[in-house]
């Protein structure tokens, strides 16, 4: 004997079925809230009112559910406190590296220094050992520091001053490292006085 249903009452039981099966996948798959949250959406869709709201209410608080969308959320938070510490330092390392224009050149104390320097070299001295007075020079000379003796120099008329440096000409009389014979040459020297004074052989 054939029993015909009504068809709502085999809408519900096809419903009933397709939300038992679902349910099953949600248990299988519940670690991944994306597809949690998808089958959750289509029980909601195909089971309508026969399934209660508080089935995925429950659902919802299950401990696995939970972390896993609480830890999808922490995800998408921008960490804003190291971004601004990063800001701050390079700010201070920007103010830190700004330093003000040298100042031009006092001329006088720049002929004044380099005579200072041409003295301490033709009396034997050390080029480092000009560093270690009160104010110190900065020296930069290859010739005094690759074994060079000074035995005379003469500072020449010959100097213009340019912006922060002067540069002058200076005839050197020098013997070589070997001790052979004195040989004669005119260098050229840019003198700096600020910050600090400096007195270095030209490469012009």
Not at 35 to 63: C, I
Not at 124 to 136: A, K, M, N, V, Y
Request: glycine residues 8%.
């Amino acid at each position: 004997m054939r029993i015909r249903l009504p068809g709502h009452a085999l809408r519900s039981l096809t419903t009933s079925a397709t939300v038992v099966f679902l349910r099953k996948l949600v248990n299988l798959r519940r670690r991944d809230a994306p597809v949690g949250r998808l089958v959750n959406s289509y029980v909601r869709q195909s089971a309508g009112p026969a399934l209660p709201d508080e089935v995925f209410r429950n659902n919802m608080k299950e401990p696995a559910m939970k972390n896993n969308i609480r830890l999808r959320r922490r995800k998408t938070r921008i960490p804003l406190m190291p971004l601004l510490i990063g800001g701050c330092l390079i700010s201070i390392f920007v103010g830190c590296g700004h330093q003000r224009p040298a100042a031009d050149v006092n001329v006088e104390l720049a002929r004044n220094s380099l005579h200072q320097v041409l003295t301490h070299w033709q009396d034997g001295g050390q080029i480092e050992q000009l560093r270690d007075q009160s104010p110190e020079i900065i020296v930069q000379e290859g010739l005094w520091s690759g074994g060079h003796i000074l035995k005379s120099f003469v500072i020449t008329p010959q100097s213009r001053a340019e912006n922060a440096n002067w540069f002058c000409d200076v005839e050197l009389t020098l013997t070589p490292p070997d001790g052979g014979r004195p040989q004669t040459k005119t260098v050229t020297y840019a003198i700096g006085t600020d910050p600090v004074i400096t007195v270095f052989h030209a490469m012009l």
